[in-house]
């Protein structure tokens, strides 16, 4: 009596499982499929306005006060990010208009992205322009970035208020 062997097992794939895309439709109504819609993203990402980036902003503090006198001491809190960078740039231009010495209190910020540096450094310029003493408070780390840049206006930055603050005197009793 013969026996016939058992068949061959199938041979397994190596090609990934895929998964059907959502079918999450945009809050536009336009019925294409929303870029960022995942079950894993959160409602907020997934809006097609900008709304991630007003609740950034809103996440980026800026509190103005009189240091002394003359002098105003503008303090910044949060991430100086791409989301950010626009508001930032705002209260820049700002404080440029005012014409006043001031004091950019960046010491609660942990981190500056190249494009805020980039606004730093044309904060710089337009002071230097219109002849502003400032002065510029921050974490070593961000002084490092703006001497490895290598720009073409002087930043005087400091590692704390206090010394940024004397820095301001000093200039401006000279």
Known sequence: MTTTPPPDPAEPTNAPRRTAPS???SRLGCGALSTGAS?????????????LARAAAAALTFTEATAIDTVSRYCVAGTIDATTCEAFGAHLDDIVTARRPFLLDLTAVPFVSVRGLTLIEALARNAAQREIRWALAAEYSLHRFLTLLNMDTYVPSFDNADSALTHITNTLAQ
């Open 23 to 25: 079918a999450e439709r």
């Open 39 to 51: 079950s894993q993203t959160p409602p907020y990402a997934r809006t097609t306005d900008n709304t």
